[in-house]
Structure formats: structure tokens, C-alpha cells
Nanobody, 127 residues
Framework: QVQLKESGGGSVQAGGSLRLSCAAS????????MGWFRQAPGKEREGVAA????????FYADSVKGRFTISLDATENTVYLEMNNLKPEDTAMYSC????????????????????WGQGTQVTVSS
């Protein structure tokens, strides 16, 4: 089974930064896509960033390009999301996700690329 554990959320003022971490355990080494999603109250889940594990190619939603950076530590099976210049509209529950192990798939920020999601970590940005 796959387990995903997020950490690093918190409360910051607009313009601040946070770094989220997601430690993956279980049979995830053969998953070729890892990513981050967020969901604000009353809104649909949004794919924020993804990374292809084969060559660490990143993918970003337009809303976070230039502010967020996704990275992968393959040796630790951990994916990070560095968030800079945070805005109040970034407030949401952030969850990491991983694609189905042993199932080659394209990578991107769409939820169709992913099979497992973590419980999430809350990010709150005040103005």
C-alpha cells in the first residue's frame, strides 16, 4: 500500500513563504508522477504542481507559476513544494499525490494522473 504524509503547513502573512514536504512510503518507487493539490472551502480540488520522477521535469498551474517550486528527493522518496510570495487566495488544504505504481502514465497537474492522495496540511495566508 501507499502512504503519503504531508508536513510544513501553517499560517503566514501575504508575501511570506512556506515549504511543504511529503514523505511517501510503501510501493511508490515505481510511480512516475508525484504532485501537489489544494482545495479551499467551497471550491474544487486544484492541481498545483507535479513532477515527473524520471527526470524531475516540473509542471505548474498558471496560478502558481513563478512563485511555487516543486522538487523531489528520490533517495528519500520525498517531494517538496516551496511556496514564495504567498497570497490570501493560496489559502487551502494542500495534499500530495502519487501516480499508480508500476503503471506508466503521463505526468501533469490533472487529477487523472494520480491514484493516491495524502490527508493534507493546511496553509493559511492572511492579508
Amino acid at each position: 500500500q501507499v502512504q503519503l504524509k504531508e508536513s510544513g503547513g501553517g499560517s503566514v502573512q501575504a508575501g511570506g513563504s512556506l515549504r511543504l514536504s511529503c514523505a511517501a512510503s510503501g510501493d511508490t518507487y515505481s510511480s512516475n508522477c508525484m504532485g501537489w493539490f489544494r482545495q479551499a472551502p467551497g471550491k474544487e480540488r486544484e492541481g498545483v504542481a507535479a513532477i515527473y520522477t524520471g527526470n524531475s521535469s516540473p509542471f505548474y498551474a498558471d496560478s502558481v507559476k513563478g512563485r511555487f517550486t516543486i522538487s523531489l528527493d528520490a533517495t528519500e522518496n520525498t517531494v517538496y513544494l516551496e511556496m514564495n510570495n504567498l497570497k490570501p487566495e493560496d489559502t487551502a488544504m494542500y495534499s500530495c499525490a502519487v501516480s499508480q505504481p508500476y503503471f506508466p502514465t503521463r505526468c501533469g497537474t490533472g487529477s487523472e494522473h494520480f491514484a493516491y492522495w495524502g490527508q493534507g496540511t493546511q496553509v493559511t495566508v492572511s492579508s
